[in-house]
């Protein structure tokens, strides 16, 4: 005989629903020095179902770290006091974090922007577009297809050697030392060489497709010459005759040399 009274729940159902609750919700780890701020974007994103761990400043997070690396992104302010938010991000990298990490502030679409992406972050949202629209983007970025994994084989093109076991590329035996999101982006052209790649389509690759970013219907276009330009400054610290990324002016990029054998 069921003792349940109706409407009741049996305990193993409601552990599995508990369970699947859990696994939707975005734990985000937010970092904003000021007090008031840091405590109404908490509250607000709460509101909206993110669990939300917030630290006045980047030692906190990093203490934050140590104890739980259980998280799903971090929100970081541009201006924190003691250390820059790129720098935190840049450390957190060094450190070997890689959790998504998107700027939240209160400057506008400009040299900000361009170097917070070219540093390995994901957005980059204006405080005055409000907890919603910061709320929507999370979700967006986190519900976002993951990119397909890489063949395991490596890929060569002339001199350039890509070990995508490890997400490295070399140039002449030469580590190039790019960033995860660079050789993804390196990756995307060698693989294609030869043929052309739209703005678009490297922007989706540094970023997540469908991804807004930038001033303008073709804003992206600003981002994707700073990071091919931060891509060839490497290259040509490995070889100064680099010329393998050529550029068709409101169209893409390609890799000129074509695939060998890897």
């Given at each position: 005989?069921?003792?349940?009274?109706?409407?009741?729940?049996?305990?193993?159902?409601?552990?599995?629903?508990?369970?699947?609750?859990?696994?939707?919700?975005?734990?985000?780890?937010?970092?904003?020095?000021?007090?008031?701020?840091?405590?109404a974007?908490?509250?607000?994103?709460?509101?909206?179902?993110?669990?939300?761990?917030?630290?006045?400043?980047?030692?906190?997070?990093?203490?934050?770290?140590?104890?739980?690396?259980?998280?799903?992104i971090?929100?970081?302010?541009w201006?924190?006091?003691?250390?820059?938010?790129?720098?935190?991000?840049?450390?957190?990298?060094?450190?070997?974090v890689?959790?998504?990490?998107?700027?939240?502030?209160?400057?506008?679409?400009?040299?900000?922007?361009?170097?917070?992406?070219?540093?390995?972050?994901?957005?980059?949202?204006?405080?005055?577009?409000?907890?919603?629209?910061?709320?929507?983007?999370?979700?967006?970025?986190?519900?976002?297809?993951?990119?397909?994994?890489?063949?395991?084989?490596?890929?060569?093109?002339?001199?350039?050697?890509?070990?995508?076991?490890?997400?490295?590329?070399?140039?002449?035996?030469?580590?190039?030392?790019?960033?995860l999101?660079?050789?993804?982006?390196?990756?995307?052209?060698?693989?294609?060489?030869?043929?052309?790649?739209?703005?678009?389509?490297?922007?989706?690759?540094?970023?997540?497709?469908?991804?807004?970013?930038g001033?303008?219907e073709?804003?992206?276009?600003?981002?994707?010459?700073?990071?091919?330009?931060?891509?060839?400054?490497?290259?040509?610290?490995c070889?100064?005759?680099?010329?393998?990324?050529?550029?068709?002016?409101?169209?893409?990029?390609?890799?000129?040399?074509?695939?060998?054998?890897?």
């Amino acid at each position: 005989m069921n003792e349940n009274e109706p409407g009741d729940t049996e305990p193993g159902r409601a552990h599995q629903q508990i369970a699947e609750l859990e696994r939707d919700l975005i734990r985000v780890l937010h970092v904003e020095d000021d007090p008031n701020c840091r405590e109404a974007i908490a509250d607000q994103l709460s509101d909206h179902g993110f669990v939300v761990r917030s630290f006045a400043d980047a030692f906190s997070l990093a203490d934050g770290l140590a104890v739980s690396s259980e998280a799903d992104i971090i929100l970081l302010d541009w201006d924190l006091p003691d250390i820059s938010g790129i720098e935190v991000l840049v450390a957190l990298r060094r450190c070997g974090v890689d959790l998504p990490v998107v700027f939240l502030t209160g400057y506008g679409f400009t040299d900000q922007e361009n170097l917070a992406f070219e540093a390995g972050a994901v957005d980059f949202v204006d405080k005055a577009r409000g907890v919603e629209i910061l709320a929507r983007r999370l979700r967006r970025l986190l519900k976002a297809p993951k990119p397909a994994a890489v063949p395991s084989a490596s890929i060569v093109c002339g001199k350039l050697l890509l070990n995508p076991n490890v997400g490295r590329a070399y140039w002449n035996d030469r580590d190039v030392g790019l960033t995860l999101g660079e050789y993804n982006i390196v990756h995307l052209l060698a693989s294609k060489a030869g043929r052309w790649v739209t703005y678009r389509t490297v922007y989706d690759r540094a970023h997540y497709e469908g991804f807004i970013g930038g001033s303008g219907e073709e804003g992206y276009q600003t981002n994707v010459r700073g990071i091919i330009r931060r891509i060839r400054k490497k290259f040509l610290q490995c070889d100064e005759t680099f010329a393998e990324i050529e550029n068709f002016v409101g169209l893409g990029y390609r890799w000129a040399n074509q695939t060998g054998a890897g």
